[in-house]
């Protein structure tokens, strides 16, 4: 039977089996505490990273502030004073809340502002020539906690190009100037999202009226689908004007194209002045408008559309408008406003009293007075029988005598009461033959003052024909006359 016995040495194995595993234990301790310092550090760091992203500790690293934590801004400058304030994350002015802000463009202007840095930072100093006594303009921001800081925006430093800004709390800061200059004359209406009136199709137009308070003229325009035999001989027609004597006529088909596309071109480029003051209006010349006019359309049902356009602005670039109810003052491309005033009786009536095709032509009659020429067309071969002064002759060109006589158009169309009307100095009558609601067209020149005659078309008055424009045509005739009786 074997026992065992305590050999020399064994206590010293013992110990030292104790002191390795105490070190082991410690080591791992250690270990242990590293880890757990390393994670600090790392959820530290990611802490830190989460404040910048926030925007919390922006003010004192990079950039001024957050543009995402502002409540409201307040501009400051010479010429201008304005606040908006945000809410449920809309941007609204405190003066007018009807004031439509442009809300991605004040949204980038604050993230620029947030985002300012300085190039530099100056000594007390070098900044004291920077004082900020007299700023370019003055910022006041309040974020959504509560705290209020003020950017204020300096001197120029000529010879580097950069500007002095203070932001509370952070002094004698400079940056390239071309970022901070706009700040000197920024308003609201840098900042406004400008309504859009309707766009107008040419095809939706069914009627104009325009009212050129300079010119003191007047003319209703209208679209009809059906013809218009009573007015229009020609049958070509979709336009007809309507000047203040009441009488229709055909419009100037020539120039109706580029009054719908005037129309179409309606758009505010600019808006200058919000639900404006009468002095404002007055300032814009609206007390003395030049053009008001009305357009109606069809597109959702009937439609309209009211303009009042008081002349160009200073450098000619624009018109001012407003709609006609509206205080809202804007500014419209100056073409556009330019057409719509020269858009006259004149230029939007047509000056052809009335032509008809020869075809039509059965026998005519030309009383110049002192001389009458008639003659007859027979169908049956076509011949043309002329009778001059009693003496038949086949030698008129009556042709000429007609396509002449309407060579009088171009004069000024105004509204001539048929009471006014002088005496008759020259008429032209034909007989027509197959038209499909005339027998007979009568044109007369009657007298009307010193410089011109009175154009009319079987009693309707067209136009204003100069005396020395039908001197020319009365000379020609009476040449042609004479050649036709010596023949």
């Not at 989460?50 to 409201?72: D, N």
């Not at 005037?262 to 758009?267: G, N, Q, T, V």
């Not at 053009?291 to 200073?314: A, F, H, K």
Request: glycine residues 6%; negative net charge.
């Amino acid at each position: 039977m074997y026992t065992f016995s305590k050999k020399p040495g064994d206590g010293n194995v013992s110990r030292s089996i104790e002191k390795k595993q105490a070190k082991q234990m410690k080591a791992e301790r250690l270990y242990t505490l590293f880890i757990i310092v390393l994670a600090l550090v790392v959820i530290s760091l990611c802490f830190l990273f989460f404040l910048r992203s926030c925007g919390r500790l922006s003010a004192k690293t990079e950039g001024l502030f957050s543009a995402a934590h502002v409540e409201a801004v307040r501009f400051v400058n010479d010429a201008h004073d304005f606040s908006f304030r945000r809410s449920a994350d809309i941007w609204r002015n405190e003066e007018d809340e009807t004031f439509p802000v442009d809300q991605d463009r004040t949204n980038a202007l604050l993230d620029f502002m947030g985002a300012l840095t300085p190039t530099r930072t100056l000594s007390g100093e070098m900044a004291s020539k920077y004082e900020l006594t007299q700023p370019l303009a003055k910022l006041t921001i309040t974020l959504d906690d509560g705290t209020e800081n003020i950017l204020s925006i300096g001197g120029l430093d000529e010879k580097t190009g950069e500007r002095y800004f203070t932001f509370t709390g952070r002094n004698g800061l400079l940056t390239t100037a071309q970022d901070l200059n706009s700040f000197g004359t920024i308003s609201e209406y840098d900042l406004i999202a400008v309504p859009q009136p309707p766009f107008i199709s040419n095809r939706d137009v069914t009627g104009v009226h325009i009212v050129n308070h300079a010119l003191d003229t007047e003319v209703v325009l209208d679209r009809y689908t059906e013809f218009r035999p009573d007015i229009d001989l020609s049958g070509t027609c979709t336009w007809f004007s309507t000047l203040s004597d009441g009488l229709e006529r055909p419009a100037n088909e020539d120039n109706i194209p580029y009054l719908l596309a005037a129309i179409e071109s309606i758009r505010y480029e600019y808006c200058v002045g919000w639900n404006a003051s009468d002095a404002f209006l007055t300032a814009c010349g609206f007390d003395d408008p030049e053009v008001e006019m009305t357009i109606r359309w069809t597109g959702e049902g009937d439609q309209t559309l009211s303009l009042i356009l008081s002349g160009s602005t200073q450098g000619g670039a624009h018109y001012f408008a407003r709609e006609q109810g509206q205080r809202n003052v804007y500014l419209i491309p100056a073409p556009v406003g330019m057409f719509f005033e020269s858009a006259t009786p004149d230029n939007m009536t047509s000056k052809n009293p009335g032509y008809v095709g020869m075809s039509s032509l059965a026998a005519f009659r030309a009383d110049l007075g002192d001389e009458t020429i008639s003659g007859a067309i027979d169908r049956s071969n076509d011949a043309v029988r002329y009778t001059v002064n009693g003496v038949e002759t086949s030698q008129y060109d009556f042709t000429m005598l007609y396509a002449s006589f309407f060579d009088l158009y171009g004069s000024v169309i105004v509204p001539v009461p048929p009471a006014e009307r002088g005496k008759t100095v020259f008429s032209l009558i034909l007989d027509l033959e197959g038209h499909e609601t005339l027998d007979q067209l009568v044109y007369e020149l009657s007298e009307y003052d010193e410089a011109h005659y009175a154009f009319s078309t079987n009693g309707r008055i067209w136009m204003l024909v100069k005396k020395s424009k039908f001197s020319e045509l009365r000379s020609a005739l009476d040449e042609h006359l004479k050649q036709c009786l010596s023949d």
